[in-house]
């Protein structure tokens, strides 16, 4: 821990709030208390739903984890622009973070989501518009993450990956709006036209996760985005380390 | 004498389709979404969420200690590196 903030402060940009511990382990805190809090809620007060069972509890976290994907790509797509436009490799930072954080949350959203339309629609999959444009999303991340994983480190790739990464934010606001465009079998209970969660437990619960999924989301970005700031400073001493003549290890 | 006929009743459904009609086409038990528990769908869920979660974490404390690892070692052998050039600078002067 004590080396991650060494670390850290040698690499962060002087005054950044990305370089403060205290606020970092305190996010992480935070989100651990919202996370078991929220399990607490769903298991013990939210009340099962009538026509599903409990099967519903999966809502708490499948549609947060829907929400964190989007708060990734928005990350990455943000990024991405930003990188775009100013060549600065923080930006290109914050878009990888972005990625793998709306990869985790897109499969925790496509394994969720299946196990509870085997309940609710007795199905597992079904090409449905929301849960398709969906899982493209999800392919459009993979290929990001698996681009900036194999395809090297140089400006042509970061650039190439950046442009990946703005135009696969086109996606989202067709997941958003496909349930009211084309239909399907998607539930639309908390969008607009939807019946709401008719309990106030429902609800507590259901702010509880969103709550949750964003420190959780915030937290894996930052996280991520330490880790690339580390692998800069290791960068600049590998290339001190060589003009010095000290190995080639 | 009037017959009654029952229109609304759907018609059979073969319970044993030919040889034929298996090679065909497969169909669904009816009511087989009914046959999954909602608990152990449940609990899949979770698992799958903490498992992928946890994963994630993992993947990332692990690649944050080897490249701090990486970084203690060379910053410690580069302030010897340093230390040395010093000492024979001010040997030499």
Redesign the interface.
């Known amino acids: 821990m004590a080396?991650?903030a060494?670390?850290s402060k040698?690499a962060a940009p002087r005054g950044s709030f990305l370089q403060n511990d205290t606020l970092f382990y305190a996010l992480l805190a935070l989100t651990a208390l919202g996370i078991v809090s929220t399990l607490q809620v769903v298991a013990f007060r939210a009340p099962t739903e009538a026509s599903?069972?409990?099967?519903q509890?999966?809502f708490y976290?499948?549609v947060p984890?829907a929400y964190a994907m989007y708060l990734g790509a928005a990350a990455c797509f943000l990024g991405s622009a930003g990188y775009l436009y100013n060549g600065r490799l923080g930006w290109d930072a914050l878009a990888r973070a972005g990625s793998?954080v709306a990869v985790?949350m897109g499969?925790?959203v496509m394994?969720?989501g299946p196990?509870?339309a085997?309940?609710?629609?007795?199905?597992y999959w079904t090409w449905d518009p929301r849960l398709t444009t969906s899982m493209l999303s999800v392919l459009l991340y993979v290929a990001y993450v698996v681009l900036r994983a194999f395809a090297g480190d140089g400006e042509a790739e970061r650039k190439f990956a950046a442009a990946l990464g703005v135009l696969g934010a086109a996606n989202l606001p067709i997941i958003h709006y496909s349930v009211q465009k084309w239909g399907g079998n998607h539930p639309k209970v908390i969008t607009s036209g939807g019946g709401g969660l008719q309990h106030p437990d429902m609800k507590l619960a259901f702010a509880m996760g969103m709550t949750s999924f964003t420190l959780?989301a915030l937290l894996?970005l930052w996280?991520?985005v330490?880790?690339d700031l580390?692998?800069s400073?290791?960068a600049e001493?590998?290339q001190?380390?060589l003009e010095?003549g000290?190995g080639e290890e | 004498m009037r017959m009654h006929f029952d229109t609304s009743a759907p018609a059979p459904i073969p319970t044993t389709p030919s040889a034929d009609d298996r090679s065909t086409a497969f169909r669904a038990v009816q009511g087989g979404g009914e046959m999954q528990s909602g608990e152990k769908l449940l609990v899949e869920a979770y698992a799958a969420l903490w498992l992928i979660l946890f994963g994630l974490v993992f993947i990332s404390w692990r690649r944050q200690k080897a490249i701090d690892a990486r970084v203690v070692t060379l910053e410690s052998e580069l302030a010897k590196v340093r230390a040395a050039g010093e000492s024979r600078k001010s040997g030499g002067a």
């Open positions: 080396e991650s060494i670390v040698a599903m069972g409990i099967v509890k999966i976290f499948h984890a793998e985790a499969i925790i394994v969720t196990l509870w085997a309940k609710a629609w007795g199905v959780l894996l996280s991520r330490r880790i580390a692998s400073r290791l001493l590998e001190e380390a010095l000290l």
